[in-house]
């Protein structure tokens, strides 16, 4: 899991209890542990100060947090890559699995993050990307969550649309390059 607490986004502080139901109902139906991998470590808006948040509001529950103030991108991508799945707000977290044929629930609340879970969930055409937290309030989690995470062919899906996107980008970026007489 990730997630962030910003002045950009203040209201996924008042949405971590809802985050945390998704997180334990999604854990314990899949039998998966919890790991909370941070995307930004900075020295404002860190993702360790909200992991330590969440732990606080679930106390009771055991979950991991990587300690990855010394990590590359690339090493962070790549410990993603390692995921069964992912659960959380940020967008680069979600690009960082979805890139890889991970399937996340792009956990948002408020414009900022909603405008980039819809265009994460366009991206991809995988719809179920997109979870706006106010909506997933019940009381009672909801299963399809599971079966989206679960889903051999939203993962084969994935795969395919990353590396299309990934030959595209090289196509574009060879043209650019060739355009420019470099």
Same mark, same amino acid.
């Given at each position: 899991i990730n997630w962030r607490?910003?002045?950009?986004? =203040?209201?996924?502080?008042?949405?971590?209890? *809802?985050?945390? *139901? &998704?997180?334990?109902?999604?854990?314990?139906?899949?039998?998966?542990? !919890?790991?909370? !991998? =941070? &995307?930004?470590?900075?020295?404002?808006?860190?993702?360790?100060?909200?992991?330590?948040? +969440?732990?606080?509001?679930? =106390?009771? *529950?055991?979950?991991?947090? +990587?300690?990855?103030? #010394?990590?590359? #991108?690339? #090493? !962070?991508?790549?410990?993603?890559?390692?995921?069964?799945?992912? &659960?959380? =707000?940020?967008?680069?977290?979600?690009?960082?699995?979805?890139?890889?044929? &991970?399937? !996340?629930?792009?956990?948002?609340?408020g414009p900022y993050y909603q405008s980039k879970a819809r265009g994460l969930a366009e991206f991809w055409g995988i719809p179920q990307i997109h979870l706006p937290l106010h909506e997933s309030a019940r009381t009672v989690p909801h299963p399809g969550w599971t079966a989206f995470l679960s889903s051999p062919s939203v993962r084969a899906q994935l795969s395919d649309r990353a590396t299309a996107a990934r030959e595209h980008w090289n196509r574009w970026i060879h043209q650019a390059i060739q355009r420019s007489g470099c």
């Open positions: 607490i910003g002045f950009y986004a =203040p209201e996924l502080a008042a949405m971590a209890e *809802r985050l945390l *139901r &998704i997180v334990w109902y999604v854990a314990q139906e899949l039998g998966l542990p !919890v790991v909370f !991998v =941070p &995307i930004y470590v900075g020295d404002e808006d860190s993702d360790l100060e909200a992991a330590e948040l +969440l732990r606080q509001l679930s =106390p009771e *529950r055991e979950f991991v947090i +990587l300690d990855n103030r #010394t990590w590359t #991108t690339e #090493t !962070v991508k790549g410990v993603l890559g390692q995921a069964y799945a992912g &659960i959380g =707000p940020s967008y680069h977290f979600g690009t960082f699995c979805l890139s890889q044929g &991970i399937p !996340v629930l792009n956990t948002v609340s």
